[in-house]
């Protein structure tokens, strides 16, 4: 990316560009998302409900840091895709378990939010990219999709391993498998840049989750049984030294740009 574009990119974009290290990191946060979740909810005995209650309140609170950025902010910005990531998880967790919707209707109903929302986004931006999400209104709708993103994700993955039978190893390597398919629409036959994105932001969440169950579950159910508490240590860890990579590239970008202005 030239100086040029990343400077007019950072001033007015407040989400990251697309490259390796963003599906890296957003990868591993939705892998986080399905252990973190897990570990709040059953490790740590606060329950469904409860750790629902404190995640979304959190995310509540990091969403209105987010807003309040001016330009893409790593730091800021993927601790809200953490954070949503468990909240999408927990949403799916509650109707399954809490209310006993099955896998099938909230993977149809996740499905048909998802696409009223890119319908709203669409009517009223005229596009879908995520390269320009300089306003409040496209970050509100880019957020809401986000969110469905996760939900959706989270019904589809257990709806496969759990219901359909699976496992969580053979789940991954479908969903992966149809990312690759997407990739190869995109690079080789041209899918729309747009679409394909979407598509496979939506089928990460369950490669992540399926990998993320795979690790930590016992090995009776499937997994290598690192557990919920090491696994989602880890991939934090993870997180965290990319966003200080990321941190770092973008400001000495933003400073190159900036000299050659002057």
């Given at each position: 990316?030239?100086?040029?574009?990343q400077e007019?990119?950072?001033?007015?974009n407040?989400?990251?560009?697309?490259?390796v290290?963003?599906?890296l990191?957003?990868?591993?946060?939705v892998?986080?998302?399905?252990?973190?979740?897990d570990?709040?909810?059953?490790?740590?005995?606060?329950?469904?409900?409860?750790?629902?209650?404190?995640?979304?309140?959190?995310?509540?609170?990091?969403?209105?840091l987010?807003?309040?950025?001016?330009?893409y902010?790593?730091?800021?910005?993927?601790?809200a895709?953490?954070?949503?990531?468990i909240?999408?998880?927990?949403?799916?967790?509650?109707?399954?378990?809490?209310f006993h919707?099955?896998?099938?209707v909230?993977?149809?109903v996740?499905?048909?939010?998802?696409?009223?929302?890119?319908?709203?986004?669409?009517?009223?931006?005229?596009?879908?990219?995520?390269?320009?999400?300089?306003?409040?209104?496209?970050?509100?709708f880019?957020?809401?999709?986000?969110l469905?993103?996760f939900?959706?994700?989270?019904?589809?993955?257990d709806?496969?391993?759990?219901?359909?039978g699976?496992?969580?190893?053979?789940?991954?390597?479908i969903?992966?498998?149809?990312i690759?398919?997407?990739?190869?629409?995109?690079?080789?036959?041209?899918?729309?840049?747009?679409v394909?994105?979407?598509?496979?932001?939506?089928?990460?969440?369950?490669?992540?989750?399926?990998?993320g169950?795979?690790?930590?579950?016992?090995m009776?159910?499937g997994?290598?049984?690192?557990?919920?508490?090491?696994?989602?240590?880890?991939?934090?860890?993870?997180?965290i030294?990319?966003v200080?990579?990321?941190?770092v590239?973008?400001?000495?970008?933003?400073?190159?740009?900036?000299?050659q202005?002057?």
């Amino acid at each position: 990316m030239d100086v040029t574009r990343q400077e007019t990119y950072g001033a007015l974009n407040r989400v990251p560009e697309v490259k390796v290290d963003f599906w890296l990191i957003k990868l591993m946060a939705v892998t986080m998302g399905e252990t973190a979740a897990d570990y709040l909810a059953v490790n740590l005995g606060l329950g469904l409900s409860a750790t629902s209650l404190i995640m979304s309140t959190v995310l509540i609170l990091a969403l209105a840091l987010q807003f309040r950025q001016r330009q893409y902010v790593p730091w800021v910005y993927w601790t809200a895709v953490v954070l949503i990531s468990i909240v999408g998880t927990l949403v799916t967790d509650n109707l399954v378990d809490n209310f006993h919707v099955p896998l099938e209707v909230t993977t149809i109903v996740f499905t048909l939010a998802l696409i009223a929302t890119f319908a709203v986004w669409y009517a009223y931006e005229k596009t879908l990219s995520i390269h320009s999400i300089f306003t409040t209104r496209r970050e509100a709708f880019y957020w809401l999709a986000i969110l469905f993103t996760f939900a959706l994700g989270t019904a589809a993955g257990d709806l496969v391993a759990e219901k359909f039978g699976l496992g969580f190893a053979a789940t991954g390597l479908i969903f992966g498998a149809i990312i690759a398919l997407v990739a190869v629409g995109h690079f080789v036959f041209h899918l729309n840049a747009v679409v394909a994105f979407w598509l496979a932001y939506i089928f990460t969440r369950p490669l992540g989750a399926s990998f993320g169950d795979f690790l930590s579950q016992p090995m009776e159910y499937g997994g290598l049984g690192f557990g919920t508490i090491i696994t989602s240590l880890i991939f934090l860890g993870c997180i965290i030294a990319i966003v200080v990579y990321m941190t770092v590239m973008f400001r000495s970008g933003n400073r190159k740009a900036a000299s050659q202005a002057a």
